[in-house]
């Protein structure tokens, strides 16, 4: 069986209504894969569903937010009543605060943190318990080069981002015995909506060019491909491992 297939498969994909998150799903679908689509935003996650639907495959959309852990409860339920197990979750979904740090609010702080560590963590749990039955399983978190080399105005993001690294590195050690492989992703500024609204101004954005050795922005394609890579049996002996997605900036 070829390395990179993922043929049937059943991925668990969060923030899949567009990006990063819509990227990876159609990523997989091709590579043979059914998807469960996680997003708040319902509209875009039935185009996405559309499009995974005419690739043929499978595939389950369910509107949750995953910073309440009632809801991580219920995707569950929903999800294992669908299918019979899960082999993949992509922890992608995740919100951007740019603020200075004396500007912070308690509700950005919470925001950002609840949604990008804690819901990331209590659905990694949630779906580990399962992938500790089937003793197999494959976590992947999306990062980023902001939890290795902290950006000004982003002192929530960075500080969660930062905390992913940890929380994938924790899970491996624990998982590791049962076969479960749990690795993140850090990219660089990603060209998504979210990602050039966050660079829209020239001067931040050219400031930031400069410290990126490939001199520019990744694509989302450019982060499925690794999640991919990570997702199949390729990446079979790497876990507890952050994946820097980041046109060198983190060489410096």
């Not at 779906?127 to 080399?149: L, P």
């Amino acid at each position: 069986m070829p390395k990179f297939t993922l043929e049937t498969k059943i991925a668990i994909v969060t923030g899949a209504a567009r990006g990063i998150g819509r990227e990876i799903a159609l990523v997989f679908a091709h590579s043979g894969a059914h998807l469960i689509l996680v997003d708040i935003l319902q509209k875009e996650l039935t185009k996405t569903a559309k499009e995974i639907g005419r690739i043929g495959r499978k595939n389950l959309s369910i509107a949750a937010d995953i910073s309440n852990t009632k809801e991580i409860k219920r995707l569950i339920r929903d999800v294992l009543s669908e299918f019979d197990r899960i082999d993949i979750l992509v922890n992608n979904a995740g919100v951007i605060d740019n603020n200075p740090a004396t500007k912070v609010t308690e509700e950005q702080w919470d925001k950002t943190l609840n949604v990008n560590l804690r819901g990331l963590f209590f659905l990694s749990q949630a779906v580990g318990k399962h992938m500790i039955k089937e003793r197999r399983g494959k976590i992947i978190n999306i990062a980023s080069q902001a939890g290795v080399i902290a950006l000004s105005n982003h002192a929530a993001y960075s500080a969660s981002k930062a905390g992913i690294i940890s929380i994938t590195k924790t899970l491996a050690l624990e998982w590791g015995k049962f076969n479960i492989n749990v690795n993140a992703i850090a990219p660089t500024v990603i060209l998504t909506p979210l990602g050039r609204k966050a660079w829209a101004d020239p001067q931040a954005r050219s400031e930031m060019l400069k410290k990126i050795p490939l001199g520019r922005f990744g694509q989302p394609s450019e982060v499925a491909s690794i999640a991919l890579f990570l997702a199949s049996e390729a990446s079979s002996l790497i876990t507890g491992s952050t994946i820097m997605a980041d046109g060198g900036y983190t060489a410096h």
